[in-house]
């Protein structure tokens, strides 16, 4: 199946919330799609995360059944060349993100050991836009997760599986250098898919979806410290993506299996809402004012709009 990248002026809910009142009330429609890139067209398959760089100029999709990454002209919204990751050899590229300088991009894969390979981040060349081209990878094992980075650009946070016997780890690497510079781990076996970070570098936040009966939490970490600062327990086992509000206030969290989201406050790091979405949500962004949250619901390809107050 080919895949296809949605361009929205809007979404397709709108779920009004007080943060002191987390029951949500549905809003008329106002959102309308504007575009759909077809990233089928330069073989692209599944398409599973996208990442932004060059202020927004340039989209990067990542195509998890072809084990490619389409590059997206965002003015033109078209594919402007696909980048083959086969050869590393890399299988399920998943998560995506851009150096704050624009000349890298780092691509994570969930394939584990199955690509017979443990290069499952590689490292992408963006220094020219008309040829972006794999210029190295980063050796780690497991399924790795959504990767951050901090604003400033000096740390690359990702999250990680060390088999499902043992506990997940976190991974820090400094990515002028693609290197490892340290690596934290929890007490309870799971798998770690979503990473976010405050916009202020501080702390990194991460979901552990839990597997053989454990428990869904979100893991906090002082970056400056690497260490945990706390592990918070969520209603749901299955916690996936993860993000942090801009203005630095709030942390949501997508709650799999529950269809909700839960909104967690920086301040304490402590549960303040639970808001009610579409089946499965998957992962959430933000308006660049913190006004709304969007939340990708996978169960019914729909999109729900959190009006954030207070």
């Known amino acids: 199946m080919k895949g296809k990248l949605v361009v929205w002026a809007g979404l397709l809910s709108m779920v009004g919330l007080s943060l002191a009142a987390p029951t949500p009330a549905l809003a ?4 309308r799609v504007v575009a759909t890139i077809d ?3 330069n073989v692209g398959r599944f398409p599973e995360d996208i990442a932004f760089a060059r202020a927004g100029s340039q989209a990067f999709v990542t195509n998890d059944d072809d084990n490619s990454v389409s590059v997206i002209n965002a003015a033109t919204r078209t594919v402007t060349q696909t980048v083959g990751l086969s050869t590393i050899p890399m299988a399920f590229p998943s998560g995506i993100v851009s ?3 624009s000349s890298k991009v780092f691509v994570t894969s969930v394939a584990g050991q199955r690509d017979t390979s443990a290069d499952n981040i590689a490292v992408l060349s963006n220094s020219n836009p008309a040829n ?39 991974t820090l690497i400094n990515p002028a250098t693609n290197k490892v510079v340290a690596e934290l781990a929890l007490h309870e076996v799971g798998v770690v898919p979503g990473t976010t970070i405050t916009s202020n570098g501080q702390f990194a936040y991460v979901t552990k979806f839990s597997i ?3 428990t869904g ?8 410290t690497q260490s945990t600062t706390a592990v918070i327990p969520m209603p749901d086992r299955s916690v996936y993506g993860i993000t942090a509000s801009p203005d630095g206030r709030f942390v949501f969290a997508t709650d799999f299996s529950l269809g909700e989201v839960t909104v967690i406050s920086t301040a304490t790091n402590q549960i303040i809402a639970n808001v009610l979405v579409g089946p499965n949500p998957n992962d959430v962004a933000f308006s660049p004012d913190s006004s709304k949250a969007f939340v990708t619901n996978e169960g019914n390809t729909t999109v729900s709009v959190i009006s954030i107050s207070g």
């Open 28 to 31: 008329a429609t106002q959102f």
């Open 39 to 41: 990233v089928g067209v």
């Open 99 to 101: 150096t704050p300088d």
């Open 132 to 170: 972006v081209t794999v210029s190295g990878t980063i050796h780690l094992v497991g399924s790795i997760g959504r990767p951050a980075i901090t604003p400033d650009g000096s740390l690359l946070v990702t999250g990680h599986d060390n088999g499902l016997e043992a506990p997940p780890g976190v």
């Open 212 to 214: 053989d009966g454990g």
């Open 217 to 224: 939490q979100v893991w906090v970490i002082n970056l400056a």
